[in-house]
Every structure is written in structure tokens, then in C-alpha cells.
């Protein structure tokens, strides 16, 4: 019988998740807007992105536009990668489920 | 998943649920974050401007120097377009399809402002043939932008772009600037309007959704 995957524990937290699907979208997302589209707090937001940072899937730049702070978060490279490969093993996970 | 019946369908529904979540912010983030609408009314009303401009000759000695009116007013509606949208769009992300779509217009403008200047200086211009290459400019680009949006209403106004293009050239200076101002009305003042409505809706529906 073949081994079941393990979910990337990074990954799998619903708004980390959640905010890496966003970020697949668009090529960078300010701070306030990842706020909006996932209804979260911004110290709950602020964590969870600090995880996906420190986890190298999400690159930060900070800069001022008309003399405004604004963050912007992409998603890198590993993130893609590692987003692609927990979807793959989500998918395998329920058709093993399906098949049970 | 797990010996336990319960247990294992529990997690099978946790895990469609993120499968689920994976599919709804993709979509979320791909969701019209674009509003263009008052692009199309600001040049609309900026062409209005340069045609009255340089077709009256009483409004004084600035405003009376009639070969300013195309490049003076297309810069300043170029200058408020940038202002206008880093004001607005500042907050909203990029997507590769916004992108590509801005790229072209730019580029579009960039090639139109060299291109009429030009012409402009040295002379070369007769009215029909100056109104034809500005309406098949806006035709092809309005054309394109069309395909990659998919949007019906936006390749209607490409195809009154192209109509007006060979009209205008079939066609004496009188009948030909008719033809350019109905282009006009309904390709950049209705079609902005109609734009900037729908945009309207979309964010009345976003947040409807998110409340």
C-alpha cells in the first residue's frame, strides 16, 4: 500500500493558506488588502505572514509611496513550489479517503 | 486516513475544506481589482477640450494659440491619469493580466503623442487622415485590451473605432469630425461611464460578500 503524504504544517494553517492562495493571483499584495480579503486581525495577520517569511515562501519589501509606509508581499519562488506540492498531496490524501 | 470512522471523516472534511479555501482566494485574488472607467471618461472629455480648443480662434492669446491644444491637453490628461491612478490603484494589486493591459495603452499613447506631434510640426497632416490614425490606434488597442478581458462591450467600441477610421477618410473635414465626436461619445464618455458603473457594482457585491 502506498505512503500517504504529510501535509506541510506551514502551509496548512487556514490563513497561511489562505494567504498564499491570494498571493498566487496577483504579483504583490499591500498589507491592507491581504487584510480585507482574508478578514483577519492585524496582529493575527502580521503572524501568520511572519511565519510564511520566515518560512522563505513569501518575500516582504517595505517602502514609502507619497509618504506613506506600505508593505508589499509577494509570493517566492519555494512558495509556489511548496503550495503546488501541498495541493498535490491534499489531493492525494482525499483520493486515498475516496478509496477507503 | 485513521482507523477511527469518525475521525477520519472529519479530517477527509477539513481537507476539502482547504481544498476549497485554496480555490476560493485564487479566485478572490484574481477578482476585478482593476478600475479603468475613469480612464475612458478623462480622455473623452480631454478630446472634447483639444477639439474645441483648436477649432475656435476668439478664446484670447493663450488659449487662442491653436496649435497647442492637442499636445498641451493630451499632456496634462497624460499627467492626471498617472496622478489620478497611483491615488487609486496604490492599494490594489497587480495582476499580470492589469499589467499587460496598462503596458498597452501606454504604449499606445506613447506611439499616438510621437506619432501626431509629429505630423503636427511638420505639417503633414490633413484632418481626415490625422482623425483615422487616432480612431484605428484606439481601435486596435481597445480591440486587444478586449480579447484579454474577454468583453464584448470593449471590441463593440473597437469595432466604432475601426468604422470611424474609414469613414474618415471617405469623408469631407465636416462629416469626418462629426464622425470622430460620436466616436468619442459613446467609445470614451458612455463607455466610461458604463465602466465606471460596473465597477461600482462589482465593489457593492465584494463587499457584500465579505461583510
Given at each position: 500500500m502506498?505512503?500517504?503524504?504529510?501535509?506541510?504544517?506551514?502551509?496548512?494553517g487556514k490563513?497561511?493558506?489562505?494567504?498564499?492562495s491570494?498571493?498566487?493571483?496577483?504579483?504583490e499584495?499591500?498589507?491592507?488588502?491581504l487584510?480585507?480579503?482574508t478578514?483577519?486581525?492585524d496582529?493575527?495577520?502580521?503572524?501568520?505572514?511572519l511565519?510564511?517569511?520566515?518560512?522563505g515562501?513569501v518575500?516582504?519589501?517595505?517602502k514609502f509611496v507619497?509618504?506613506?509606509?506600505q508593505?508589499?508581499?509577494?509570493?517566492?519562488e519555494?512558495?509556489?513550489?511548496?503550495?503546488?506540492?501541498?495541493?498535490?498531496?491534499?489531493?492525494?490524501?482525499l483520493?486515498?479517503?475516496?478509496?477507503? | 486516513m485513521?482507523g477511527n470512522?469518525?475521525?477520519?471523516?472529519?479530517?477527509?472534511?477539513?481537507?476539502?475544506?482547504r481544498?476549497?479555501l485554496?480555490?476560493?482566494?485564487?479566485?478572490?485574488?484574481?477578482?476585478?481589482?482593476?478600475?479603468?472607467?475613469?480612464?475612458?471618461?478623462?480622455?473623452?472629455?480631454?478630446y472634447?477640450?483639444?477639439?474645441?480648443?483648436?477649432s475656435?480662434?476668439?478664446?484670447?492669446?493663450?488659449?487662442?494659440?491653436?496649435?497647442?491644444?492637442?499636445?498641451?491637453?493630451?499632456t496634462?490628461?497624460c499627467?492626471?491619469?498617472?496622478?489620478?491612478?497611483?491615488?487609486k490603484?496604490?492599494?490594489?494589486?497587480?495582476?499580470?493580466?492589469?499589467?499587460?493591459?496598462?503596458?498597452?495603452?501606454?504604449a499606445?499613447?506613447?506611439?499616438?503623442?510621437?506619432?501626431?506631434?509629429?505630423l503636427?510640426?511638420?505639417?503633414?497632416?490633413?484632418?481626415?487622415?490625422?482623425?483615422?490614425?487616432?480612431?484605428?490606434?484606439?481601435?486596435?488597442?481597445?480591440?486587444?485590451?478586449?480579447?484579454?478581458?474577454?468583453?464584448?462591450?470593449?471590441?463593440?467600441?473597437?469595432?466604432?473605432w475601426?468604422?470611424?477610421a474609414?469613414?474618415?477618410?471617405?469623408?469631407?473635414v465636416?462629416?469626418?469630425?462629426?464622425?470622430?465626436?460620436?466616436?468619442?461619445?459613446?467609445?470614451?464618455?458612455?463607455?466610461?461611464?458604463?465602466g465606471?458603473?460596473?465597477?461600482a457594482?462589482?465593489?457593492?457585491?465584494?463587499?457584500a460578500?465579505?461583510?
Open positions: 502506498p505512503e500517504l503524504p504529510e501535509l506541510n504544517p506551514v502551509i496548512h490563513l497561511r493558506l489562505a494567504l498564499l491570494l498571493l498566487t493571483g496577483v504579483e499584495a499591500e498589507f491592507t488588502w487584510r480585507v480579503k478578514g483577519s486581525t496582529g493575527n495577520l502580521g503572524a501568520q505572514l511565519k510564511l517569511e520566515e518560512a515562501y518575500a516582504v519589501e517595505k507619497q509618504r506613506k509606509p508593505t508589499l508581499y509577494r509570493m517566492t519555494s512558495g509556489r513550489q511548496a503550495l503546488t506540492e501541498y495541493v498535490q498531496a491534499l489531493k492525494q490524501l483520493g486515498g479517503a475516496i478509496d477507503a | 485513521t470512522p469518525i475521525n477520519g471523516e472529519m479530517e477527509e472534511l477539513e481537507l476539502r475544506d481544498l476549497s485554496i480555490e476560493n482566494m485564487i479566485a478572490e485574488g484574481r477578482r476585478g481589482t482593476e478600475s479603468w472607467g475613469w480612464v475612458f471618461l478623462l480622455w473623452g472629455v480631454a472634447y477640450v483639444a477639439i474645441l480648443w483648436s475656435t480662434s476668439f478664446l484670447g492669446p493663450i488659449w487662442g494659440r491653436q496649435y497647442l491644444a492637442w499636445p498641451v491637453t493630451m496634462v490628461a499627467v492626471l491619469t498617472i496622478v489620478i491612478g497611483m491615488r490603484e496604490g492599494r490594489r494589486p497587480q495582476t499580470t493580466i492589469s499589467r499587460a493591459i496598462a503596458a498597452m495603452w501606454m499606445m499613447g506613447i506611439s499616438m503623442f510621437i506619432l501626431l506631434l509629429s503636427g510640426i511638420s505639417g503633414r497632416v490633413e484632418q481626415q487622415v490625422f482623425i483615422a490614425i487616432i480612431a484605428a490606434m484606439l481601435g486596435t488597442t481597445n480591440a486587444a485590451s478586449s480579447f484579454i478581458l474577454k468583453w464584448k462591450m470593449q471590441l463593440a467600441c473597437a469595432v466604432v475601426w468604422a470611424a474609414v469613414i474618415s477618410l471617405f469623408s469631407n465636416t462629416q469626418s469630425s462629426l464622425v470622430f465626436l460620436l466616436a468619442i461619445f459613446f467609445c470614451q464618455i458612455v463607455f466610461g461611464i458604463y465606471m458603473m460596473a465597477e457594482r462589482e465593489r457593492r457585491l465584494q463587499g460578500s465579505h461583510a
